[in-house]
């Protein structure tokens, strides 16, 4: 998981995932869950800006798209909490509003890898043979490019779309999802369950989705969070080139390449308030990804 | 070492030729075959269909995808990587001009974060379980996930807006001095270390608890080696092998963050040259910029691979990788 920043979190533990069974004096994955701090404000991080994504556009005091050319590059005020851009649109309305595409899109990016991803995973690893060897291939190559690089030359290919944002960003994922799904299940296979399902005579298809993969849903989930954060790291820079969120959404990344080229001026709110909403997404979504990875894990 | 090292050189070498080879046909499927018709995805949608045949025959797009793939690679291995359909002259020299430049701008992140990163990670295995570990792997985990134009836009307007004491733009003016050239490249720098930081440092900090909890560590401190000779001497050789191999890897997100730095701070250098093919739909100055990076990441996890072994031969016997 090298290539990638927001995969830190996977490293070090993945090994040992057999703790919370058997023994009953261990703390269960809830308590440890309960009392993990990060896990508690990543989720309040994100649980915000998930209520602001459904609610936000109908709560928020100014329309955000509503322009207003006598009040241009407002200073923040009462009548404007984060003052105004260079059209004079309200910039508080448009940061709360401004969470909903990105997390529109970066969940569904990263619905579809993890779909995909644990299909191949429990593939490669159950059955291992060709489709092993092909998935390690796949991601060697996928993890030489950086996955903002892989993104322009698709999106560049087929025009900019958020269709096409999902799909780019999903496929990425898939094999690298595929990777730890594998890893998982190659630790479960020797496991007596899978052996007398086997004897059994359950197919390859049940022993993996209804035998293996209720076991290794703890991985699984962690993996998905660490994906969402760089899906929202991608979808955002994507959008900040150009090449994702269009106009007149009011997206931070966006936001902020729009009012770039004024700060140099002074109008420091116009990029302030979108940056500082896409820093606390990221560190949320990545606090929640520590929280899990603690407690389902470890 | 012996004979094993031959072996596993050359099958670690055929394994990049391999993926090398697998990355061009990504390239290759992005830039000519997925556009479908590259003349009219050049030209736009409102183009005279004769200028599109035209563009297209020019381009040599309207032969079979096979023809030119090998047309195409086949340049490349002799040396020709296309021609700019922007510049209308080789992509070569630009490609290497932007190069020289990333590697500056690179290089002057790495000398920040690497000996911070290490330092961090060493601090924070030493003290572990302590409120100063959790602190700084805290900080690490936050700060990998924030987007480069995010932190960029924050030192851009303290130092550059606020305080006026770094330049808001990395292009120096002709003639700069290596000194000015440095204090232009200082801004942009800092975003490339805020990602990498809690990266190395937390490979740093696995590494030296995984060398902390060693027998031969045992072994040293029984002997009554002095806490600090154990450390350098055992520890942090053994813990900071793990971290070169993690700072290679990073070369590939290096070249992502760039094409958001270079942009933001308009340097000109590899980032920004494949973001301009890409708004200007220029295909094979994107290609060739793209397989380049690939290239140079490809190669630099070798060479990363083959000095793991040899820094530490115990790596070695089986040649497992």
Redesign the interface.
Same mark, same amino acid.
């Given at each position: 998981m090298?290539?990638?920043?927001?995969a $830190? $979190?996977m +490293?070090?533990r993945a090994e040992s995932a057999r703790g919370g069974r058997g023994d009953p004096e261990a703390p269960t994955r809830w308590d440890i869950l309960r009392r993990s701090g990060?896990f508690w404000a990543g989720s309040g991080i994100v649980g915000f800006w998930a209520l602001a994504a459904i609610f936000g556009p109908r709560l928020v005091p100014w329309d955000p798209y509503a322009t207003d050319l006598l009040h241009e590059l407002a200073p923040p005020s009462a009548a404007h909490w984060f003052g105004t851009d260079q059209l004079g649109r309200d910039i508080f309305s448009r940061v709360i509003a401004g969470s909903r595409d990105i997390l529109t899109i970066a969940p569904l990016a990263t619905l579809l890898g993890a779909l995909a991803g644990v299909t191949l995973g429990l593939a490669g690893g159950y059955l291992g043979g060709l489709i092993d060897i092909v998935l390690g291939? &796949?991601i060697? #190559?996928l993890?030489?490019?950086? @996955? %903002? &690089?892989?993104a *322009? *030359? #698709?999106? #560049?290919? *087929?025009g900019p779309s958020a269709v096409t944002v999902v799909i780019v960003i999903g496929l990425v994922f898939a094999p690298l999802v595929a990777r730890t799904v594998r890893a998982a299940v190659l630790g479960e296979r020797a496991l007596d369950y899978v052996a007398v399902a086997e004897l059994r005579g359950e197919s390859a298809f049940t022993i993996m989705f209804v035998e293996i993969l209720p076991n290794i849903m703890g991985p699984v989930l962690v993996e998905a969070t660490v994906r969402l954060? !760089?899906a929202i790291?991608t979808v955002?820079?994507l959008s900040? @080139?150009?090449?994702g969120i269009q106009p007149p959404s009011p997206d931070w990344?966006l936001a902020? $390449?729009e009012n !770039?080229g004024v %700060?140099?001026g002074?109008y420091?709110w116009t990029?302030?308030f979108d940056?500082a909403a896409?820093?606390s997404l #990221?560190?949320g979504?990545? +606090?929640l990804a520590?929280g899990l990875h603690g407690a389902l894990t470890a | 070492m012996g004979g094993g090292w031959g072996g596993w050189f050359a099958r670690r070498i055929s394994l990049s030729l391999l993926t090398l080879f697998l990355l061009s046909l990504v390239v290759f499927a992005g830039g000519q075959l997925l556009p479908g018709n590259v003349g009219r995805a050049i030209l736009g949608p409102l183009a005279d269909p004769r200028a599109v045949a035209a563009l297209n025959h020019q381009l040599g797009a309207d032969r079979p995808p096979l023809v030119q793939y090998l047309g195409w690679i086949g340049g490349i291995l002799h040396g020709n990587l296309g021609r700019s359909l922007e510049f209308r002259s080789p992509v070569a020299p630009f490609i290497g001009a932007a190069l020289v430049k990333s590697l500056k701008l690179a290089a002057v992140a790495a000398i920040i974060v690497v000996p911070l990163s290490i330092a961090a990670g060493v601090a924070a295995a030493l003290s572990a379980g302590t409120l100063t570990d959790r602190v700084i792997s805290l900080a690490g985990l936050s700060l990998t996930v924030i987007p480069e134009f995010v932190s960029s836009i924050v030192v851009i307007l303290i130092f550059s807006v606020w305080l006026r004491v770094l330049p808001i733009s990395a292009a120096w003016p002709a003639g700069a001095d290596p000194f000015e050239q440095i204090r232009h490249l200082i801004l942009p720098a800092v975003p490339l270390v805020v990602v990498l930081f809690g990266y190395i440092a937390r490979m740093a900090r696995a590494g030296t608890i995984e060398a902390l909890e060693a027998d031969y560590t045992r072994t040293a401190i029984l002997k009554g080696l002095p806490r600090f000779v154990v450390l350098r001497r055992h520890v942090l050789r053994n813990a900071l092998l793990p971290t070169i191999t993690v700072i290679a890897t990073q070369t590939s997100y290096l070249v992502g963050g760039l094409v958001v730095v270079e942009t933001l701070f308009r340097y000109q250098g590899i980032g920004s040259l494949i973001l301009t093919a890409a708004i200007g739909k220029d295909f094979p100055m994107l290609e060739a910029g793209i397989l380049t990076v690939g290239a140079i990441y490809i190669g630099v996890t070798l060479i990363a691979d083959a000095l793991a072994i040899l820094l530490n031969p115990r790596l070695a016997p089986g040649m497992a990788g």
């Open positions: 090298s290539a990638e920043p927001g $830190a $979190a +490293l070090p990060t291939r &796949i060697e #190559v993890v030489s490019l950086p @996955l %903002i &690089i892989v *322009l *030359l #698709v999106i #560049v290919a *087929l954060g !760089y790291f955002a820079s900040f @080139l150009g090449f990344g902020i $390449a !770039y %700060i140099a002074g420091w990029v302030a940056a896409t820093a #990221v560190v979504v990545n +606090l520590d | -």
